[in-house]
């Protein structure tokens, strides 16, 4: 299929290919109807604009940070390595990215790692913003010094971040409830939750979505208080042990943060019958799915979230229309039959 230009949305969209013009770089003198058709086209032929010959022309440079976790967890290790090749990647379109890795769950060193980005912050950030006031704070500096920020993976909405680049953790939820009520079926009893920490909003929604779905639809389950096992794999396994042992009636758990590796560990040593759906696709969880002890994995892929958050900081610093069905991160199931 032939690239998608200006003038293909100018025609759609029924105006010309100077008003196409004018939206695509936020000029003056466009009414907002026009602006809206002209956007819907875009959207309806999914137009990517080729702005990286525009910015050839004028030499416009490019500055973007990312603010991480580190630590052990696999999904985060390979969103690491996504920036990592994105460095690499995006210098030929003048883009500069930049990464900090803070201790997992920190909102201070969130803090401390805007800080220390002195006064070449450059275009924009994006943060896996951990629930706190101090974080909060933080944003709205950034934002006040004209610095475009957005989350990335955990949304902190309440602050003044500008978008979310991530998936629809709630609705990631429900497919975790909605799984478990067809892998426990018919059986009654309990579902255990693991998550990371209360701290960090995704988890919050993914619960939340598995509340939704359980209780609306599953009489015969009740979910557990959840564990937090700060997404350590040695303190998942610990918590998640004693709770298996104090509660002979499970028969399902979700596991929506990090520490699979404990989970995995846990289950393959309890004597008990339990479904289990699990996020990160790791060569734990791959070898867990194989052999049975885990029954699903929720997967967000990495890469196309770094390359979504680098593209919307991108048009946040040009003031372009974002293409909202090329920024929408999806949520994957994995189950033993479709392994890669």
């Given at each position: 299929m032939s690239r998608v230009t200006a003038q293909n949305v100018a025609d759609a969209a029924g105006v010309s290919l100077a008003t196409v013009d004018?939206?695509?770089?936020?000029?003056?003198?466009v009414r907002q109807p026009t602006i809206e058709r002209v956007t819907k086209a875009m959207d309806?032929?999914?137009?990517?604009?080729?702005?990286?010959?525009a910015d050839l022309a004028r030499r416009k440079f490019y500055k973007f940070s990312f603010i991480v976790p580190s630590g052990e967890t696999a999904f985060f290790a390979d969103v690491r390595n996504e920036i990592e090749i994105a460095q690499?990647?995006?210098?030929?379109?003048?883009?500069?990215?930049?990464?900090?890795?803070?201790?997992?769950?920190?909102?201070?060193?969130?803090a401390h790692a805007i800080e220390?980005?002195?006064?070449?912050?450059?275009?924009?950030?994006?943060?896996?913003?951990v629930e706190s006031q101090i974080v909060h704070d933080a944003i709205s500096k950034l934002r006040n010094r004209g610095v475009h920020v957005i989350t990335f993976i955990s949304d902190m909405p309440s602050s003044s971040r500008q978008r979310f680049v991530g998936i629809d953790n709630v609705a990631a939820g429900r497919v975790a409830g909605s799984l478990l009520k067809r892998f426990v079926a018919?059986?009654?009893?309990?579902?255990?939750v693991v998550a990371g920490s209360g701290t960090l909003r995704d988890h919050v929604e993914r619960h939340m979505g598995l509340e939704q779905i359980i209780r609306a639809e599953c009489p015969n389950l009740k979910v557990l208080p959840w564990i937090?096992?700060?997404?350590?794999?040695?303190?998942?396994?610990e918590k998640l042990l004693n709770l298996i042992a104090e509660n002979p009636n499970i028969v399902g758990l979700y596991s929506l943060g990090g520490g699979t590796?404990?989970?995995?560990?846990a289950v393959q040593s309890a004597n008990q019958d339990i479904s289990v759906v699990s996020t990160e696709l790791s060569q734990h969880t791959r070898s867990a799915l194989i052999d049975g002890s885990i029954d699903a994995v929720l997967v967000q892929d990495p890469s196309?979230?770094?390359?979504?958050?680098?593209?919307v900081l991108k048009a946040l610093t040009d003031g372009a229309p974002i293409n909202e069905k090329q920024e929408r991160i999806r949520i994957e199931i994995f189950m033993r039959d479709n392994l890669l």
């Open positions: 004018r939206v695509l770089n936020n000029r003056k003198g309806d032929l999914n137009f990517v604009r080729d702005q990286a010959a690499t990647n995006a210098t030929k379109d003048r883009i500069e990215i930049s990464m900090v890795a803070v201790p997992p769950l920190d909102a201070q060193a969130i220390n980005l002195g006064d070449d912050l450059g275009d924009g950030v994006a943060i896996v913003a018919p059986r009654s009893g309990d579902i255990a937090e096992g700060m997404e350590l794999a040695g303190v998942v396994e590796r404990g989970v995995i560990d196309h979230e770094v390359r979504s958050a680098i593209r």
